[in-house]
């Protein structure tokens, strides 16, 4: 599923960059070598990268 429509970034691979890179939605569309277009996504995808970032704090939660 797509998190992000205008650049083509998936949830996972957001999930992924949220794992390795700091910084909010917009740092780590950055990181992907993308730029946030209409703005849209940003919201979903702040929500994403903290669960995300939540997950890798404690494994447990996201059980
Ligand atoms: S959907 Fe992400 S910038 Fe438009």
Redesign the pocket.
Known sequence: MY?????A?REDDLRKAARQHRGGAESVYAKLGKR???????EE?EGVIAEEREALACPLAAA
């Open positions: 998190t992000c429509i205008c650049n970034i946030p277009n209409c703005g849209q996504c940003l995808a």
